[in-house]
């Protein structure tokens, strides 16, 4: 077990020490990043963390140091279940002695991530990111570690980027203070050769990109051992090596340093984990433990709904849903888009949830597939195609009939496939639909690939890629924790946590009461969702100020403040998700009543334009100071 105590000085450089004695020739060191499935594959590589450790233990005789570059505890579907906790005997297992934290890593929450990394058996680095909640390292994180290893004095910080941070769900950006990685990594790695040690390894978790701009600029640091990317790669910047060691318990690297005369040369080898190698059985054995913790998983009570839920195919393929409307506000909210929209196929669950407790069961039965989020940057013109082909195939109950957040739009069924869409009515928040507008659209990396019709998001730029967004049913779990840390049911009571409402410049706290047809808000099964207003709440709170400009010009209108921020949240809790009017059929009552509203918002914005400035008004000049 690898000491982490930490110095009298700080906690800046906790020191362990193997071997004392004289200064071997050469040391090896393992380095893998990005593992998630345990299992072994069908195919070779067979790989599977068993295997794995066989693997690691091949090299035993070199007495190995063994390195991990972050991301283990998710994406798969058994952390689906365990949030984790499976992990924790295999980074035990396999005799890792240093790790920098990985996004993924995240992806349960702060509080879940230290309690399981609690439990390993090594230190954990975070050496350019601070909790400002605490003050230290983020996640309980250190700033460096020396290990003194067979002679050689190896100092280790743990380095991230900026991008991938911003996306974290479950993160309050606003409470962490980040540290450019070249400047905190030359100010670390300088100390760490003031305090003796010969040689300075970063381990990282960011984009190639990034690893090469530390080579090219920290002159101090010797190796750079990455991870996010999940691809094998050995690259010379500077004179020194940036190494990325595969994914997903696959492969992994050799590395070994030798004295020759004043410099230290580095050999790297690549170690594939196929079938020549046996799985451990010590290893297999602990992890059955882990089948029977699904089981009991299964039946956990994620929270308690006051409504129905209506999954029907009959319904979520043919009209707007509750259970459409909260799936999508929470990955609308999660990954801070501007619209979502998933395809009704990725609801499996066919049936109505009643009222009461939602399980893990419940929730696996409406989303058993493992479905990564993107956001993709996709224009108004883009989105009125994406809506086109999801009501193409209309009556029948196809899977691309879409269930969205964030958006309102009307179409006629009667209308031929392509041309059904009211285009003049889609609106986008607080807003009608701007053709040229960029949207932040989140979705399944499954229609980005232009299945189930929606061949128009294939050339779409990715804003935020499968590495920067939870899975779907992650995110939906972790709205589930978010609600229980709001209600004070956690033992971290922190504002590190999902966020249970949308903050979009699109969407104010200004609501129209007669913005949507009361006959448009109707469902053939009534009596699901039609409480009060809770998870659509999502997505109706604007950053800033209380009106946002597009609301402010609507003055003429009904209009009604909603709750502010903190009420808000407090009504999501409330677990009441409702219909309301994001999927509107056709008639020609409804249309010409929309069409009328329009017109007196327009004529409204218009009288505002031309309305002489008064003291109230945003337009008067401020008086002179007297």
């Known amino acids: 077990m690898v000491s982490a105590e930490a110095s009298s000085e700080s906690n800046a450089a906790p020191a362990s020490t193997h071997h004392r004695g004289p200064r071997a020739p050469s040391i090896t060191i393992l380095h893998f990043n990005d593992v998630y499935n345990v299992e072994e594959q069908n195919t070779e590589p067979k790989a599977g963390a068993a295997r794995f450790k066989t693997a690691l233990r091949s090299f035993s005789d070199r007495d190995p140091l063994v390195l991990f570059s972050g991301d283990i505890l998710a994406p798969s579907i058994m952390s689906s279940f365990t949030k984790g ?119 990282t978790h960011m984009r190639t990109p990034n690893d090469i701009r530390l080579a090219e600029n920290v002159e101090e640091i010797d190796l750079i051992l990455g991870g996010h990317d999940h691809v094998y790669e050995v690259l010379k910047i500077n004179d ?116 009461g407790d939602f399980r893990m069961r419940d929730l696996m039965t409406v989303l058993p597939m493992l479905d990564p989020l993107l956001v993709l940057g996709v224009t108004g013109e883009t989105l009125l195609e994406v809506l086109e082909n999801g009501v193409s195939q209309y009556p029948k109950l196809e899977g691309r009939f879409p269930q969205v957040a964030g958006l309102q739009f009307v179409f006629d069924p009667d209308a031929e496939p392509g041309s059904r869409l009211i285009r003049d009515l889609v609106k986008v928040g607080d807003e009608y639909l701007n053709p040229e507008a960029v949207y932040r659209f989140v979705t399944k990396a499954y229609m980005k690939q232009g299945r189930d019709g929606y061949n128009m998001l294939i050339d779409c730029p990715i804003l935020q890629d499968e590495e920067q967004c939870p899975m779907l049913s992650t995110s939906i779990q972790n709205h589930f924790a978010a609600i229980k840390t709001r209600m004070g049911k956690t033992r971290r009571n922190s504002t590190h946590r999902q966020s249970l409402i949308l903050l979009s410049r699109r969407h104010s706290l200004i609501r129209h009461d007669d913005e949507v047809p009361v006959a448009a808000r109707s469902t053939s099964h009534k009596t699901i969702g039609r409480s009060v207003s809770t998870d659509s709440a999502l997505s109706s709170v604007s950053s800033g100020s209380v009106t946002s400009i597009s609301s402010s010009k609507r003055s003429r209108g009904s209009l009604t403040r909603q709750e502010s921020f903190h009420e808000l949240e407090d009504l999501a809790c409330k677990l009441a998700p409702k219909v309301d009017g994001r999927i509107i059929i056709a008639s020609d009552e409804i249309v010409e009543s929309l069409r009328q509203k329009h017109a007196q918002r327009s004529v409204s914005i218009i009288e505002e334009e031309d309305e002489p400035t008064t003291p109230l008004s945003p337009k008067a000049p401020l008086s002179p100071v007297e």
């Open 85 to 203: 906790e499976h992990m924790v005997p295999v980074m035990n297992h396999l005799g890792i002695h240093c790790a920098v934290f990985g996004n993924h890593d995240f992806d349960f929450g702060l509080e879940r991530l230290v309690d399981v990394t609690a439990r390993t058996d090594f230190p954990w680095l975070m050496s350019n990111v601070d909790d400002n909640e605490t003050g230290l390292p983020l996640a309980d994180g250190i700033l460096t570690h020396i290990i003194e290893w067979h002679g050689w004095k190896i100092g280790l910080v743990g380095l991230v980027e900026k991008e991938w941070l911003e996306t974290l769900a479950t993160i309050n950006a606003e409470q962490v203070t980040f540290t450019d990685y070249v400047d905190k990594g030359r100010e670390l790695a300088i100390m760490l050769k003031d305090q003796g040690c010969d040689y300075v390894i970063a381990l």
């Open 240 to 355: 020194k090596f940036v190494l990325k060691s595969g994914t997903d318990f696959r492969e992994f690297s050799t590395i070994t340093l030798s004295q020759e005369g004043t410099s230290i040369n580095v050999d790297i080898e690549k170690v594939v984990v196929d079938s020549k190698f046996e799985p451990d059985e010590e290893l297999k054995e602990a992890l059955k433990e882990y089948e029977a913790v699904v089981g009991e998983k299964m039946e956990e009570t994620l929270g308690t709904f006051s409504v129905e839920l209506d999954g029907r195919f009959s319904s979520i393929r043919t009209q707007e849903t509750n259970l459409g409307n909260f799936i999508c506000d929470i990955i609308m909210a999660a990954c801070n888009g501007d619209v979502a929209v998933i395809n009704s196929g990725t609801l499996r669950s066919d049936r109505i949830h009643p009222a």
